[in-house]
């Protein structure tokens, strides 16, 4: 199936910072979400981006579709403890059946 | 209050001891999947359904059956389990047809085969 290669794995950030992660793939994805995961608890939807360039906002969380429909990225600006969690990008390829692939995670770590 | 159930939550088995995990959605969504979670590989795909009687494979559906005879339910079935089977499943559904519409994800069943 696709892969996606999400980065960093894990960080370790000072509360009030702002935070920046990435996925790429090797392949042409019509559709990219950005999904949180709380301890104990399933993902839940961020953000859905569904045309290459489209910058989104949910709050103090932006997320863009790359212009290569290859890539995405999302920011969340002035981190507070509840970002805490581990966040994953997910996609749609070009071509495939309606499957969803999803990153491996970025595990955020917010320090007071 | 809309949501997506799973029983059970947590299951200890042994190998080749046929069990089925339960998903239920009560949002009339037509969209349903299932997905494992596993330490460093996050999620991946294994089934889903875009409508009754529809289901089609994910990216890792050896060992397991679906079915969706009913919109709302659509139970995952290990027929002899296997240790590389232990893992955290989640049920999810979604209203229309597509996987990328927003999935309302179940609370996960830890499922560990001995």
């Known amino acids: 199936g696709q892969q996606l290669n999400q980065s960093p794995q894990s960080m370790f950030i000072q509360e009030g910072e702002d935070v920046s992660m990435n996925c790429t793939s090797s392949?042409?994805?019509?559709?990219w979400l950005w999904y949180k995961q709380e301890p104990g608890e399933g993902p839940v939807l961020l953000i859905a981006l569904y045309k290459a360039g489209e910058l989104t906002s949910n709050g103090r969380l932006t997320a863009q579709f790359g212009i290569t429909r290859k890539d995405s990225f999302l920011n969340i600006s002035a981190s507070i403890p509840s970002d805490v969690g581990i966040y994953f990008c997910?996609?749609?390829?070009?071509?495939?059946?309606?499957?969803?692939?999803f990153g491996k995670g970025t595990h955020l770590i917010i320090q007071p | 209050e809309a949501q997506v159930t799973q029983n059970p939550r947590y299951l200890i088995t042994v190998t080749g001891k046929k069990l089925t995990v339960t998903c239920s959605q009560n949002m009339n969504h037509e969209y349903m999947s299932w997905y494992r979670q596993d330490p460093g590989l996050g999620l991946r795909q294994i089934y889903y359904?875009?409508?009754?009687?529809?289901?089609d494979k994910g990216d890792v559906p050896e060992g397991y059956k679906v079915s969706r005879k009913e919109k709302r339910n659509f139970p995952l079935i290990l027929e002899s389990p296997s240790p590389n089977q232990t893992s955290l499943y989640f049920c999810?559904?979604?209203?229309?047809?597509?996987?990328?519409?927003?999935?309302?994800f179940g609370p996960g069943t830890r499922l560990t085969v001995l």
């Open positions: 999810a559904s979604s209203f229309a047809g597509r996987s990328t519409d927003t999935q309302y």
């Open positions: 997910a996609g749609q390829a070009e071509g495939g059946a309606d499957g969803l692939t």
């Open positions: 359904s875009m409508n009754v009687e529809v289901t």
């Open positions: 392949s042409i994805f019509n559709t």
